[in-house]
T-cell receptor, first 113, second 113 residues
């Protein structure tokens, strides 16, 4: 059974800092890993998708890496802004069980002005 | 244009009632999903459909019955609602069962009183 863990559960940083969010998973037989953000009371917004054959993906100030062998992914946010405040979720899709997604519990990020 | 839409956004009902939530995607995807996010914000898959065929059916009470009239729609009907059904229900879609990026709807907040 795939288990996905996100550390830390919450993070508070001053504006402008670079930060790293962590996602670890127990079963490395994955198709891909996707990072989302969720604002309070809203749906999930896709940030980055990394296929199992890839090592990293970048979009603007965001960079996500994937190390399948160690079961880890990181989301790097450069020059954080108050608008980055949200909960960040990672989801891992298995290459068995019809590509079922397993989500982590999320990291709640607060960026203080 | 909204990619994945759900109706209603809020649903308040009494125990024992039957209710439905509708989902539509205009992305041309062939796979759709229902997820449940509980009060602790944990997100878990309930069902997935690929080309109108049920692929994933997690351990969900049979009071929950999904229906996919076509590839663009996936509805969720819930019979005999219970207090524990209160949650936010998210619809999502992707192209393909496993490789594609998942796109989420805005969610339906169901409150059972």
């Amino acid at each position: 059974k795939q288990e996905v863990t996100q550390i830390p559960a919450a993070l508070s940083v001053p504006e402008g800092e670079n930060l790293v969010l962590n996602c670890s998973f127990t079963d490395s037989a994955i198709y891909n890993l996707q990072w989302f953000r969720q604002d309070p009371g809203k749906g999930l917004t896709s940030l980055l998708l990394i296929q199992s054959s890839q090592r990293e993906q970048t979009s603007g100030r965001l960079n996500a890496s994937l190390d399948k062998s160690s079961g880890r992914s990181t989301l790097y946010i450069a020059a954080s802004q108050p608008g980055d405040s949200a909960t960040y979720l990672c989801a891992v899709r298995l290459n068995t069980n019809a590509g079922k997604s397993t989500f982590g519990d999320g990291t709640t990020l607060t960026v203080k002005p | 244009d909204t990619a994945v839409s759900q109706t209603p956004k809020y649903l308040v009902t009494q125990m024992g009632n039957d209710k439905s939530i509708k989902c539509e995607q205009n992305l041309g995807h062939d796979t759709m999903y229902w997820y449940k996010q509980d009060s602790k914000k944990f997100l878990k898959i309930m069902f997935s459909y690929n080309n109108k065929e049920l692929i994933i059916n997690e351990t969900v009470p049979n009071r929950f019955s999904p229906k996919s009239p076509d590839k663009a729609h996936l509805n969720l009907h819930i019979n005999s609602l219970e207090l524990g059904d209160s949650a936010v229900y998210f619809c999502a879609s992707s192209q393909g069962l496993a490789h594609g990026e998942q796109y989420f709807g805005p969610g339906t907040r169901l409150t059972v009183t």
